[in-house]
């Protein structure tokens, strides 16, 4: 997806990457979000909300409105738990709801559930108290950043 350099930056200074520690069950998710789903219709149509919210989300970041994203993150993150109660647990909820307390404007657990790593979209100016925050509870923050030329190569001519 092409963004604009500004718009890169600012998510690179808004967006923490969190290890909230190891995964418990990822594969039982799994098999209960596949029995769900050929259970209740109201869970299709859940994934589908969930479908709509990352489709919107490609929308404004094209659009560089990053505030609106970083709502959009504890949307999709609502409608997955909503979709699936067994993603998340205690230590993830916690986690959560203290970034948000602490400035995000929106967190979520990435991939199946119960453990692993989230993405949280910080206020402006608010990364380094909720990083610090998330640090002192036990989460580990992993540094990163974005990219704008890809892989490069090179060869040693000998």
């Known amino acids: 997806m092409d963004l604009k350099e500004s718009s890169v930056l600012e998510l690179g200074k808004n967006l923490l990457l969190v290890y909230a520690g190891k995964r ?37 970041l094209r659009e560089g409105k990053l505030g609106e994203f970083g ?9 997955k738990v909503e979709y699936n109660p067994n993603t998340t647990n205690r230590r993830i909820n916690y986690l959560i709801d203290l970034a948000l307390d602490h400035g995000a404007i929106g967190a979520r657990l990435m991939g199946a559930g119960g453990g692993g790593h989230l993405l949280v979209y910080c206020n402006s100016n608010t990364e380094q108290i909720v990083s610090q925050e998330l640090e002192t509870s036990g989460a580990k923050v992993i540094p990163f950043s974005f990219d704008f030329t890809g892989l490069k190569t090179w060869e040693v001519n000998e």
Not at 43 to 60: C, D, S, T, W, Y
């Open 71 to 79: 709502r959009l993150i504890k949307e999709s993150w609502e409608k």
């Open 24 to 60: 418990e069950q990822s594969s039982g998710q799994i098999h209960t979000a596949e029995s769900n789903s050929k259970v209740d219709q109201n869970k299709i149509e859940r994934l589908h909300e969930v479908k709509k919210v990352a489709k919107e989300m490609e929308f404004i």
